[in-house]
């Protein structure tokens, strides 16, 4: 919803701002204070007060700012949004936030406050930021306007202009003294500043006597002193005039209809009530509210005469009445035409429906109250707005409706459906596909309606019904509606086409399927490009790059995410619930390629509002990236939290391959870290058997068989299991490469490798080692080396031993995997052991006891007779303390161990 201009700066003041001298000094309360609080009636000078100390203070060069609240910002959305669109007009302080002004439709209320927080926090100087009629705030966005004062750094001053502030919790600062509170007693004007107010704006010349009777009657309620001052000027006897003059609220009222209502012409009058429920006056809009031409001239002439009217732009096409004039007005039309502000409530809206501005005239149709009105406003522009990535507009203005209204909005129904299923709330989302398919079956039963409609909403029902399989990680449902649905939708529905596209990659690569993948996507972009909405392509290029990127098409996939991402950005801001459905897949590209800085700055940004709009790649993507990068930084009590959250995720949403993705990356750290009973523990949670019947890739395998294969060979290798780890390994292998799976078949090499190692064979081992690295060279996938360990290294100097002066593609990148081996700047497991600077991770008790036998003199094949293991494992073994002791040899790790006390 476009954001007024004229809400970030201190209204004009026509008469002139008197300059109250103890009021004005009062702006050194400001800055002592967190929170000032100026609460009073209407029109005691609150606004007026507050811009003065803005203004003193912007002369001081100070960093100041300024928000006009409305009953637009009616909720915490809305209102951090126009904090974040204030901000943004402060020079230095607030610029990347102003996009979220103009797209609210996936704004995050709480992921924007924490940028706001840290905008402010950045900025070292005193910032005073003026809140103008917090009253008009509802409880929702009056709640978030107090955590913000709440959140806000020290350095940032806060002034409320209000008449009430029952939605604001102020017990609390009061109680600390932050609380600075100004009340309409110290508002009030008193007779010596009445008279100078009087005397600045040319009234004539009153004696004192009259000027503290007209104190007396307005109680020094200055509007009260602006229209007797108005009066008085049409008066041919001022003196007369302050006599007659009542200073009541009433007798404002009285002064309204009387004075200025009851002395213009007729058609001024029915001028002024038949716009009065426009915020806009423009003259387009106003000769279509009275039906009569000439509005241009008229508000041109309004402003002259001074009627409560002002100016919103420098070209004078757009004004609004003083807001204390338009409720009289509105007052007003209400009391002499019962029904009238509804009547021109809808005619606003149909005004504002035949120019395309769509959410004004659902706003109009909300004043109205009108249901019907409503509901024909949301069905006719329901596809529309979803397709423009304005769900949360319908859902906001289908908020208020009843039941029985919902029930005859099966377009409107079915968006929010799918704004429900974006959030992964699949059970709402079922709900109200109930609701539509009992519309369809009432219009089918009473053979009512266009059948080509009907058909229409059938295919949509179908069409969510889809995306709902697709939340809920159904792939080959999915896969199934995807088929039948392109050939219903055809070239027919653009827009939905490719969103059935976009789902349909995502199955297959689900399933291990990537042919056609190329075709998909170009006839997916041709569809988004004849729909006419760039907003399509955001979920098809988050799509398509995940596939791209799983079948080792790293540079395609990079491009497909990054225009994704920017296009994101021109939506819904950056750091957005939208742009982490592309952000999150291309943060694990970037972790992959070991560019960890780009990785943890998209996680950072994007993983905190992933659950706004994600589903479970992105989830996995975001949340087993920012395990690895505490990891990868020796942060091992951070990867830990990390991933306990990713499996609450998990739990919440029912999301199993988010889980089984959790469980194998807490084994692989465990058995890293020399900890395979926790290893074990963990991996229960999988219910994997024994044996590892059934885990074989079938001809319908997903990922989540691939996820538990994974865990049963890591737990295998860690038990000596080798020879059916390494079976079911090499069959994983296998049926990657069968796929074209490239970047899960790198992972089933290197784990093939490393039981080969161990079991003896290091031709072997250093064979697949080559093919891991001829995959990853294309791909540009570094990390699934590195976070294996010492162990990988080994296997890779060896394999590349002879080769490291070649100039073949292939070598280069074992080279530069090589390289970052070494390049690493922390060490390659988790954690530092406090006190003991140079030990890495803890040692197993196996570990242990190799490392003791070694150190007695014990060759390999002697310790392996002795422990019941072969010559490769405990090479293996040895790799991992290696590791662990942060030493290449044999001799030295032994020392290392004995200066710790570990060993004997």
Not at 168 to 187: D, K, S, T, V
Not at 482 to 506: D, E, H, K, M, W
Not at 539 to 559: C, D, I, P, Y
Request: with cysteine; glycine share 8%; aromatic share 6%.
């Amino acid at each position: 919803m476009p954001t007024l201009c004229t809400k970030f700066v201190p209204p004009l003041e026509p008469l002139g701002m008197l300059d109250r001298a103890r009021l004005r000094t009062l702006a050194s309360e400001v800055a002592r204070h967190r929170l000032t609080v100026i609460q009073a009636p209407a029109g005691y000078g609150k606004t007026t007060l507050m811009a003065q100390w803005h203004d003193e203070l912007a002369s001081g060069g100070a960093t100041v700012g300024w928000l006009t609240l409305t009953a637009r910002e009616n909720s915490a959305s809305a209102l951090i949004g126009s904090i974040a669109a204030m901000l943004s007009r402060i020079p230095g302080l607030g610029d990347e936030l102003c996009p979220f002004a103009a797209h609210q439709s996936f704004l995050n209320a709480d992921a924007l406050m924490v940028q706001v927080i840290e905008r402010l926090s950045a900025h070292a100087e005193p910032v005073f930021l003026f809140f103008d009629d917090v009253h008009a705030l509802d409880a929702e966005a009056a709640v978030a306007l107090g955590d913000f004062v709440a959140h806000a750094p020290g350095q940032v001053h806060v002034a409320f202009g209000a008449r009430d502030t029952r939605h604001i919790e102020l017990a609390a600062m009061r109680a600390y003294g932050q609380l600075y509170e100004i009340g309409y007693a110290q508002l009030s004007f008193t007779i010596a500043e009445a008279s100078a107010l009087l005397l600045g704006a040319g009234a004539p010349g009153l004696t004192d006597t009259e000027v503290a009777a007209l104190v007396g009657k307005t109680e020094g309620w200055v509007t009260g002193l602006k229209l007797a001052l108005l009066g008085m000027a049409k008066s041919p006897d001022p003196s007369a005039f302050v006599v007659a003059f009542s200073g009541r609220r009433r007798a404002i009222a009285d002064y309204f209809e009387e004075d200025v209502f009851a002395g213009q012409r007729p058609d001024v009058q029915r001028f002024l009530l038949e716009t009065a429920v426009l915020e806009r006056l423009t003259p387009r809009l106003c000769e279509a509210m009275t039906g009569a031409a000439g509005a241009g001239t008229m508000l041109r002439a309004l402003e002259e005469h001074g009627l409560f009217i002002v100016q919103m732009d420098d070209e004078g096409a757009s004004f609004r009445y003083h807001s204390l004039f338009a409720e009289f007005l509105r007052r007003k039309l209400a009391e002499t035409e019962p029904g009238a502000v509804a009547r021109f409530h809808r005619r606003a809206a149909a005004w504002f429906a035949g120019e395309g501005q769509v959410v004004e005239a659902l706003e109009h149709a909300l004043q109205a109250r009108d249901d019907a009105m409503l509901v024909d406003l949301l069905e006719r522009n329901a596809d529309e707005l979803t397709f423009k990535g304005k769900i949360g507009i319908i859902a906001q203005f289908a908020a208020g409706l009843t039941a029985e209204a919902l029930a005859r909005a099966p377009r409107t129904v079915l968006a929010i459906a799918w704004l429900k299923t974006r959030s992964r709330n699949t059970a709402e989302a079922e709900r109200l596909l109930a609701i539509a398919r009992a519309h369809v079956a009432e219009l089918r039963a009473g053979d009512a309606g266009d059948p080509d409609a009907i058909a229409a909403l059938e295919h949509t029902i179908r069409h969510r019904a889809m995306v709902i399989a697709a939340a809920r990680d159904e792939p080959a449902r999915v896969e199934e509606e995807c088929n039948s649905l392109i050939q219903i939708f055809g070239t027919q529905r653009p827009y939905l086409t490719c969103t059935v596209y976009g789902q349909l990659a995502a199955a297959r690569r689900e399933q291990f399927r990537f042919d056609g993948l190329e075709k998909l996507y170009a006839q997916a972009r041709m569809l988004a490009d004849e729909s006419g909405y760039r907003f399509a392509k955001i979920a098809l290029q988050a799509s398509v790059g995940l596939s791209l990127l799983a079948a080792g098409r790293t540079e395609a996939a990079a491009t497909a995410l990054e225009q994704g991402l920017a296009e994101s950005a021109r939506w819904a801001g950056p750091k957005s619930g939208l742009g982490a459905l592309v952000a999150l897949p291309l943060a694990d590209l970037r972790y992959e390629a070991n560019d960890l800085d780009a990785a943890r700055r998209l996680v950072d940004d994007h993983l905190p509002v992933s659950r706004e709009i994600c589903f479970v790649d992105q989830l996995q993507a975001g949340h087993v990236v920012r395990a690895r990068l505490h990891a990868s930084a020796g942060d091992m009590a951070g990867a830990r939290r990390a991933l306990d959250e990713a499996m609450e995720v998990a739990h919440e949403g029912d999301l199993e391959r988010l889980r089984l993705a959790v469980i194998h990356e807490q084994v692989r750290l465990l058995l890293r870290n020399g900890q395979p009973e926790a290893a074990l523990q963990h991996a229960a949670a999988a219910k994997l058997p024994d044996k590892p019947d059934g885990l074989g890739p079938a001809g319908n395998a997903t990922s989540r068989d691939d996820l538990r294969a994974a865990i049963w060979v890591r737990i295998a290798m860690s038990r000596d299991q080798m020879a059916e780890a390494l079976a079911l390994a090499k069959q994983w292998r296998a049926f990657c490469a069968s796929r074209g799976a490239r970047r899960a078949g790198i992972r089933w090499n290197i784990l093939a490798a490393q039981i080969l190692m161990i079991n003896g064979d290091p031709r072997a081992a250093q064979r697949l080692m080559r093919e891991a690295i001829a995959l990853a060279s294309n791909a540009n996938v570094v990390r699934s080396f590195l976070d294996e360990g010492t162990a990988v290294l080994t296997i890779l100097t060896e394999a590349y031993g002879d080769a490291l002066e070649s100039q073949h593609p292939t070598d280069l990148f074992a080279r530069h995997v090589l390289d970052a081996f070494r390049s690493r700047r922390t060490a390659p497991v988790v954690a530092v052991v406090p006190g003991d600077e140079g030990l890495y991770g803890r040692l197993s008790g196996k570990e242990l006891e190799i490392l003791t036998l070694v150190g007695c003199g014990m060759r390999n094949r002697e310790i392996g007779n002795r422990l019941g293991l072969s010559e490769g494992s405990v090479k293996w073994y040895m790799q991992q303390v290696y590791d662990k002791v942060g030493i290449r040899r044999r001799s030295q790790a032994v020392e290392r161990a004995r200066q710790f006390g570990l060993i004997a």
